[in-house]
């Protein structure tokens, strides 16, 4: 069965200063996808960034970058010159292998980010 | 172009009525999730949808829980002699080839919030 695991529950971090956010997970499969949303206050979840497991390199999104290291099964988000906008809760998410189960994905914890002017 | 809506945002019912919540997907997206989000549980998969076909319905609690996609767009979930327990948040996704290669992220809608009394 897929696993994440993310450790932090909350954590603070000074305006425009950067935050890595950890997600570790646990599969047996070669082949997977890894996803980061962030849901703020109001609700909605809002996709971030994209790593897949053969990706050579670390997937950037502007301020976002994942910090994945496929031998230790980590898949870290890195938040860069954090933003008041940036409070919010953070989603790590693994995507199941081709299956019939299609696109279904399974998700972590969270972690809360509280961004301090 | 519009993103995935939910209706209603908000619902409380009574023990033991029936809901019915209405998710509309990204015009042109074949798939479609439902999730919950709940305190106890986090986020879980309930099913997901390939048109309008349900290859997935793992995620699904008990046979109180159905759901139906009509026309390859809009779906219903029903929860019939609604619990206490079922109180969460409802989340709807839709992603375009519902395959699980390559990013096909999934999009979510703003949930819908269940209050069961």
């Known amino acids: 069965a897929q696993k994440i695991t993310q450790t932090q529950p909350g954590m603070f971090v000074q305006e425009k200063e950067a935050v890595t956010l950890d997600c570790t997970y646990d599969t047996s499969d070669q082949s997977y996808g890894l996803f980061w949303y962030k849901q703020p206050s109001s609700g909605e979840m809002i996709f971030l960034i994209y790593?897949?497991?053969?990706?050579?390199q670390n997937a950037t999104e502007g301020r976002y970058s994942l910090n994945f290291q496929k031998a230790r099964k980590s898949a870290n988000l890195v938040i860069s010159a954090s933003q008041l906008g940036d409070s919010a809760m953070y989603f790590c998410a693994m995507r199941e292998p081709f299956k019939a189960a299609g696109n279904k994905l399974t998700f972590g914890g969270g972690t809360r980010v509280l961004v301090k002017p | 172009g519009a993103g995935v809506s939910q209706s209603p945002s908000n619902k409380v019912t009574e023990k033991g009525k029936d809901v019915e919540l209405r998710c509309d997907p990204i015009?042109?997206?074949?798939?479609l999730y439902w999730y919950r989000q709940s305190l106890g549980q986090g986020l879980e998969f309930l099913i997901y949808f390939q048109g309008n076909s349900a290859p997935d319905k793992s995620g699904l609690p008990s046979d109180r829980f159905s759901a139906e996609r009509t026309g390859g767009s809009v779906s219903t979930l029903t929860i019939q002699r609604t619990q206490q327990e079922d109180s969460a948040v409802y989340l709807c996704?839709?992603?375009?080839?519902?395959?699980?290669?390559?990013?096909?992220?999934?999009?979510f809608g703003p949930g819908t919030r269940l209050t069961v009394l």
């Open positions: 790593q897949g497991s053969y990706d050579e």
């Open positions: 015009s042109g997206h074949t798939a």
């Open positions: 996704a839709s992603s375009l080839v519902g395959l699980a290669v390559g990013t096909d992220t999934q999009y």
